[in-house]
């Protein structure tokens, strides 16, 4: 079991930067990809980026790719998100969520099986 807590989300201005903060429980941290989707106001979920267990691999959506950057620290048990150039499409809610999996399917939501509660991003323009 692997609980999930995002923090570091907010209002900031079309350009600025951000980041996120995901922090997991358990000793097993290591032995999950983790990944951040977003979900926007009447739209579906949305993958943002992910990152496997070593920390070896990452992946990026076409959207965020060039200004969001994904790594983590397994002795901290944390999941960063560094989200720069930050426009306004970029608002929503934004998840973490822990995977067994690796390679692609971390590019799906149904590939994972912690999620955190979320963490709202609001970009004015």
């Known amino acids: 079991q692997v609980h999930i807590v995002e923090s570091g989300g907010g209002l900031v201005q079309a350009g600025g930067p951000l980041r996120l903060s995901c922090a997991a429980s358990?000793?097993?941290?290591?032995?999950?990809?983790m990944g951040w989707f977003r979900q926007a106001p009447g739209k579906g979920c949305e993958f943002v980026s992910a990152i496997d267990l070593s920390g070896g691999s990452t992946y990026y959506a076409d959207s965020v790719k060039g200004r969001f950057t994904i790594f983590r620290d397994n002795a901290l048990n944390t999941v960063l998100l560094q989200m720069n150039s930050l426009k306004p499409e970029d608002t929503a809610v934004y998840y973490c969520a822990a995977s067994y999996h690796s390679g692609s399917r971390l590019l799906s939501d149904h590939s994972y099986d912690y999620w955190g509660q979320g963490t709202q991003v609001t970009v004015s323009s």
């Open positions: 358990g000793r097993t941290f290591g032995s999950y990809s």
